[in-house]
């Protein structure tokens, strides 16, 4: 299997999907995987004998509505979701002994946000009436390949101009303008403002509403699920999926170039010597630097595309903390004892003054946390009366180093402490992922940044990786980005890998010739031009 049709690059996510699609039109792939299990960011392991802890992502609403993995059918493969009682609650300070929670019934949330708010009840219930109108076309904008054509024209024949106009300023307004618009609580606007600080993008910048209004309603309308028996066994239905289809897999030898001959990619090189030649494609699920920076030589790479990466802006570092109790987590709130996703740390302006702290190199004193109930969600994760649990938290940008982030761990335990009075008294274990631990089980987390590039309106869309590099496409004829440094971007929905083995298969062969002109002419051009 070193003569195939296609090469896929890494083994993640988008890596898996594209090997799948790819597969299921009759080629021979060969996914080539630098680390000695597939998976990339979505795996699992026992960290602490007994329990089972999710080394990086750990709950996938984008998953289970992405085109790309229902179109898999991983539910025939082996995969099983499960869901926590309640989708996510976010504590508004230490002291919150009634935080307010994402409930599965729609009128259950809108219930509770009415008791602590007269008119938050019904701007929930109208928040949700919304969400389901757009959510179709809404989620095909965003997982199209850019531009996106059907799911814009849907929404404008759907809602009509006006109506489109007033959504399109609400999805860019910022997250915190956005919560200060549709509530007047900040039980009810913490809902959204925490899940907008699942990406990198500050609450009062332009677009961070967008992620904090998807997720929000993600949350109500389908909850946030977990595989059964741990990440791990998304990325094994992913695998035995794309087997299945006829893809053969490779581990433990990283892809160290790839050939270019004739201004076309022809095939990889590994660490151990090997070569691969791809006669049709070769798909990178690779971070845009990795690409153009050192798996190309230098002569492939257009010196507009390389001073445009120099530019390319990471996100923020990620600090993980991973935990092992011997009994549940005694909660100062009990709304948050069935949560599988809580929000810590942070009220309203604490948001802010935490993004600022990221911003001007300060190590937070009180972090704001993302905290996973893992055997709340699922509890095959460990035995019962236990919890497997982690805690996930941004060091500064660009600081990276352990001692950092082990002072950070530390601010990490106290805030958990003082949220759940007695919480240390009950860990078993506890196990540190800092960011020179996550590039080294996964060398796309580059200083520990799990987004592949910031989330920010500077680098998404048409500007993701770089201005006009948005599409799979690459300058390199027959190589396609298929990363979450194409566009749509980060999170666990394979749909950068999908668009890349689409484009593979849609410029293959004799009736791809237009399609390769004109896509060889766009990039041309766009990859041209003086370098200041």
Do not use: C
């Not at 990086?56 to 499960?82: I, K, M, N, Q």
């Not at 929000?343 to 993004?355: P, Q």
């Not at 180093?401 to 860990?427: I, K, N, Q």
């Not at 999908?498 to 990039?523: F, K, Y």
Request: charged share 20%; net charge negative; aromatic share 6%.
């Amino acid at each position: 299997m070193n003569n195939v049709d296609a090469v896929v690059i890494g083994s993640g996510p988008n890596g898996l999907v594209a090997a799948a699609t790819l597969a299921d039109a009759g080629w021979d792939v060969a996914v080539v995987e630098a680390q000695p299990t597939p998976g990339g960011a979505v795996r699992s392991a026992e960290l602490v004998p007994g329990f089972t802890s999710d080394l990086f992502s750990a709950f996938y609403p984008l998953s289970t509505v992405s085109p790309a993995l229902r179109g898999l059918d991983l539910e025939s493969h082996g995969l099983r979701w499960s869901h926590a009682p309640s989708a996510l609650g976010h504590a508004r300070s230490a002291a919150d002994e009634d935080a307010p929670v994402i409930y599965p019934n729609p009128a259950d949330t809108a219930a509770d946000l009415e008791r602590r708010q007269p008119g938050d009840g019904a701007a929930w219930t109208a928040l949700v009436e919304q969400w389901h109108d757009v959510k179709e076309p809404l989620l095909s904008t965003l997982f199209s390949p850019f531009p996106p054509v059907r799911g814009p024209s849907r929404l404008l024949r759907q809602l009509g101009t006006a109506e489109s106009l007033r959504l399109a300023r609400f999805l860019l307004l910022p997250a915190r303008r956005m919560a200060h618009e549709l509530f007047r609580s900040e039980a009810a606007r913490l809902l959204l403002l925490g899940n907008a600080m699942h990406a990198d993008t500050p609450p009062d910048a332009p677009g961070s509403g967008v992620m904090g209004y998807i997720l929000t309603m993600l949350a109500q309308d389908g909850g946030y699920p977990v595989p059964v028996g741990g990440a791990g066994e998304l990325s094994a239905a992913m695998v035995r999926r794309a087997e299945h289809a006829g893809a053969h897999f490779h581990y433990g030898d990283a892809v160290t170039g790839i050939d270019v001959r004739s201004g076309k990619a022809v095939g990889v090189r590994t660490a151990s010597g090997v070569r691969y030649t791809a006669r049709r494609a070769v798909i990178a699920d690779v971070s845009a630097p990795a690409l153009y920076g050192s798996l190309l030589p230098d002569h492939a790479v257009p010196a507009r595309v390389r001073a445009d990466l120099d530019h390319f802006e990471w996100d923020t570092p990620v600090l993980k903390v991973n935990y092992a109790l011997s009994a549940k987590i005694p909660w100062r709130s009990p709304s948050l004892s069935g949560a599988g996703t809580v929000h810590l740390g942070a009220d309203d302006n604490g948001l802010v003054r935490w993004m600022a702290d990221l911003t001007t190199g300060t190590i937070p004193a009180s972090p704001f946390l993302l905290f996973g109930q893992m055997t709340t969600a699922d509890p095959s994760r460990s035995p019962e009366g236990t919890e497997s649990a982690w805690a996930y938290t941004h060091l500064p940008r660009d600081i990276t180093d352990d001692a950092s982030a082990d002072l950070l761990a530390t601010h990490v335990d106290d805030v958990l402490e003082a949220h759940a009075p007695g919480f240390s008294e009950r860990v078993v274990g506890r196990v540190v992922q800092r960011p020179s631990d996550l590039e080294a089980a996964d060398a796309n987390l580059v200083g520990g940044a799990v987004n592949g590039g910031t989330a920010q309106l500077h680098q998404q869309l048409v500007f993701r990786p770089g201005p006009g590099t948005s599409r799979s496409e690459t300058p390199v004829q027959g190589l396609y980005l298929g990363s979450a440094s194409a566009h749509p971007g980060g999170g666990v929905h394979g749909v950068s890998g999908l668009n890349a083995a689409r484009a593979a298969l849609g410029e293959d062969g004799p009736r791809g010739w237009l399609r390769r002109r004109t896509s060889r002419a766009v990039i041309d051009l766009l990859s041209k031009g003086p370098i200041p």
